[in-house]
């Protein structure tokens, strides 16, 4: 399914949730909507499942309108299944029933699944991998397991989108890398759309075929992982998603003079966005820096913070122009000086023929 936001707003009373925001969703991608707590995620995902009407704007699925101000296919009619933070299982349900419930009682259900009940929540339990799991109660199930019931039981009707609200955050770190795992599993087995609210870079960016970059109820960037992470085109941007150093200074053309140094050093730019450059900084990743034993050539710095990482350390570093965050895998003490410079090659992940990072 295909769905099309026009120019939609939401507003509580006074309060503009969401402003004019305009939005295609292709079928069967995967789409994060990133941003961080209050910036209107939730609403949108809300006016998708028919839950809020608009207060202005249209909203098409296959190029039927279903909501606009005043009008909303009621959410039952929307072929939509969804996942929530909390797993919101029922505890006199076992795992068949929860999966057999949406089968039976959604009115939108394909008649082919309706008819071969049995099998479809086999092939759902199969997909989550709970095959073992049916007769088992909520109780009996760990939290990774119940919200693979919860998957389970969405995408049992055979829904043409899946909703995700922050499915992850009540699990533990290690549950969560699994479980991204298997979503991206059942949405390649499934191909149904998803469309997955978060707030943690990591998972938009593991996961997405595209991330909305949310603030303020507005859309700041659309794009895919890569192009958010290494091309961001507003300073919210940079430092959601990559934490990126906003470094001032002065641009030639594609050349740029950090302010911190004393006009000798220059860093390539080309590919930093214009925002950047009509506003005199440079956007620069923690992991586009470089640190080295002091030297004549480069900015220089002090190490202010050092955090051990496994594969490297993150080191918070004060030069004249404020206070840098870099990771490196050298190790410095605290109150070393250090030199700084921009790796070699502007960005060190490059794209081979495909667009895949080599
Ligand atoms: P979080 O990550 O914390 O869930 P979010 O990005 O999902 O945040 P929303 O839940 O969409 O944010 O809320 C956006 C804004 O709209 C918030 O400021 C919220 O307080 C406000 N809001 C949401 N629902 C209502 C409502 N029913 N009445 C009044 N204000 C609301």
Known sequence: ???????????????????????TIDKGEFLAILGPSGCGKTTLLRLLAGFEQPSTGEIYMNQTLVAKPGYSLPPEKRRIGMV??????????????HVRFPIRHHKETPSHIRKNEQHR???????VGLPEHGSRMPHELSGGQKQRVAIARAIAAEPSILLMDEPLSSLDAMLRMDMRREIQSVHRQTGTAVVYVTHDQGEALAM????????????EQVGTPQDIYLRPQTEFVAKFVSKANLIRGRWHNDTFVPAGSDGTVQWSGSRVASYFKSRGLYPARPDQLLLGPPNQTSIQGKVMNVQFQGKEFIY?????????????????QLNDKVSIQLAAGEQHLKYNHIGVFT
């Open 1 to 23: 399914m295909s769905i099309q936001f026009i120019e939609v707003s939401k507003a509580f009373g006074s309060f503009q949730a969401l402003k004019s925001l305009n939005l």
């Open 84 to 97: 929530f933070q909390a797993f919101a299982l029922w505890p006199h349900m076992n795992v068949a029933e």
């Open 121 to 127: 929540i086999a092939s759902v339990l199969q997909m």
């Open 208 to 219: 997405a075929d595209r991330i909305v970059v949310m603030k303020d109820g507005n859309i």
């Open 316 to 332: 918070h570093i004060r030069c004249e122009d404020g206070q840098w965050e870099i990771c490196s895998p050298l190790h410095f």
